[in-house]
């Protein structure tokens, strides 16, 4: 209904502007342009696409108006956006008011449900969430463990198996140091590496050279001349475990910033991060604990389909302790090409877990974990996990979880999240889905080249993509890759799902990979910080002082102290509406900001208003002193709003926090300062002007 009645209006302002710039010829440049806009905006009702009927709806309206026969041309240009931007603002804010005035000033919920923008009391006026996480510092010594493990483990093939080049060892070269050298990472102690050498290697290669590379941070324990255990030393786990907890604390922050939680304080407490968001929207703390603990390691392995592991354990499975509902499926794959370079094809073995009733998915997996840490895989290789879904709906496509499968993985892994570039959550337009999504990934350069040589050596192999030590997909590699790009599909098959999924997932990859897992340790809501005495004596004294500056206003410049007033009520309003836009939240330093630039805005208009004055002593006609003393003032505003910007600068870039919403109002407010202070106020003096005339009353008290 509202979209019908909408379309109509924009489509009849669209037909009048049409018709009248037929009849004015020299009107044409704008009334039909304003026509077309107008016609843009009816679409876009008949749409319902809010924002592009918005937007070319004002337009029409400030291209209509300029079309009129009113005044000058630089008059209806600076009226009209005038007139334009404030209808905005209200749009912005319409939502925020209703809630903030208790429905005093109602909104539709039309309007509501298509406007997301809202401004909300922030954590210290309002309250809201105190999340802590405890990083696993211990994961980010086991990950430098296994650095050092793979650094280990090139050097030795180099001695060993005749590798060359500081590349990662391809098989071939691994199964050979396989025969000489036993090299392994146990689970425990995560910090060791145990090294053997096998009856044929020659211990003296083992020489100074070769521990001196890893003496800085390893200490080797001698067991005998066959034997040796390497650990991490003391003080590099020392340094480990703090820029584990640094990192850790840098990246959640990008990632509560790319939420737009600008207001969200994130700080450090020995191993523990606290994260603490204003509001009361039980879902979006939701999907904040889901952004936030989402580790985003993204690694690329290839799947070892040729080994006969799982196939072996399935013909003695009786001999061992299985899961409840444990079964062995077999499966076609595709294991590579041979020499005629024809698709090779074989039938491998992996294990399914299903999900017990009343059971959910994580618990399905952790049984399956649990398991498989109970198996002995071959030498480097271990087990990954993928989630198996199943269509409920065949007509929305919509799915559920039902159980998890095993992959056998190289345990090399190939390529990690650091040498992605950029990521992008992007439609699907191939022929097989229908609105899915998936997410483009963008390589370094290091990392295009490491893929494009992966994919050209394992043609018609599965290639894993993994995800915080899940499977997210396991696809076939059909030729070589280059370009430095590739994409990660999405597991489920429902758009909305993979939509919600290929968003969370770009924003994680883009603000990167947590250093370790961490895990919540506690959790409460909050009340406001300050106290409602402290809140409510702030607003009265952020009210009182603003008042104060419109009144010395009104009775020092009279009707001119007017117009400064209603430009920084505009002002803002304005504000508060590009605030929202945001999704800010309003704190005790914001509404500091605010009375700041109230000042700020006065202070422009003085600059003014004493500039007209001199032009006015001198004789001047009332239009000459206003375009003059606008002239001679720009300059000085300019001056001081830009200085007060740099401010701003310097405080958004290093301050947190509070600091950090102090410095996006002022920053908001220098700007639309300058546009109610000159633009808007200058429109309403050229009316005053031209309600004067050249010789009547023209006082600025």
Known sequence: MVTSVLMGVFGGLGLVLGLYGLVQRSVRSTAWP??????????????????????????????GFMSLPIGESGWRFRFGLVKVTGILGFLLLWPSLDSMTGGAVPCPKWVQDRIGARLVAGLDLRGGLRLVYTVDVAEAVKDKRDAYYEEMRRELAKLYAGHEGDDAPKEPVLIKLRELVELSAPRSPANMIKLSL???????????????????????????????????????????????????????????????????AVSTRD?????????????????IREIISQTARLEFKMVDDESPFFRELSERGASTSLPDGLEFRSEQVSVGVDGKGEQMVAVGTYAYLP??????????????????????????????????????????????????????????????GDQVRDAAAMPDQSTRTLGGWYVALTFTDRGGDVFEEITADNIKRRFAIILDGKIESAPVIQDRIAGGHASITMGSSDPTVQLRDSRKLELVLRSGALPAPISPSNEQ???????????????QGAAAGGLLVLAFMF???RLAGLIADISVVTNVFLQLAILASFGASMTLPGIAGLALTVGMGVDANVLINERIREEIALGK??????????????????????????????????GTGPI??????????????????????????????????KKGSFSLG
């Open 355 to 416: 999900m017990l009733p009343e059971e959910k998915s994580e618990q399905t997996l952790r049984r399956l974990r649990d398991w498989a840490d109970t198996l002995t895989p071959p030498a480097d290789r271990e087990i990954g996990f993928e989630v198996v879904r199943q269509v409920v709906d065949e007509a929305t496509l919509k799915e559920e979880e039902v159980g998890w499968r095993t992959f056998l993985l190289r345990a090399q892994t190939e390529i990690t």
């Open 34 to 63: 304003a026509a077309l806009a107008a016609g843009g905006a009816a679409f876009g009702a008949l749409s319902d696409s809010f924002w592009t009927m918005a937007s070319l709806g004002l337009l029409a309206l400030w291209l």
């Open 660 to 693: 950090k919403g102090f410095a996006v109002t002022l920053m908001v407010g220098v700007a639309v300062s300058v546009f109610t202070g000159v633009l808007m106020s200058r429109t309403l003096f050229d009316i005053w002007v031209r309600a004067v005339g």
């Open 525 to 539: 809501r909050i009340g406001p910080s300050l106290g409602r005495d402290s809140i409510e004596l702030a607003l």
């Open 271 to 287: 191993e523990d991060i606290i994260i603490e968001v204003p509001g009361q929207d039980e879902a979006s703390f939701q999907e």
């Open 198 to 264: 096998k009856p044929g290697a020659d211990a003296a290669k083992l020489d100074a050279r070769f521990r001196g590379a890893f003496q800085a941070d390893l200490e080797m324990r001698r067991i005998d001349d066959k034997n040796f255990e390497f650990s991490v030393r003391e003080s590099t786990e020392t340094g480990i475990r703090e820029r584990a907890v640094a990192q850790a604390k840098d990246i959640i922050l990008r990632r509560v910033d790319s939420l737009g939680l600008r207001e969200a």
């Open 621 to 654: 006609s009332p239009r000459a002193a206003v375009d003059i003393g606008y002239n001679k003032a720009f300059s000085a505003i300019i001056d001081g709003h830009l200085t007060t910007l740099i401010a701003g600068i310097v405080l958004a870039q290093y």
């Open 555 to 557: 009775f020092y410049y």
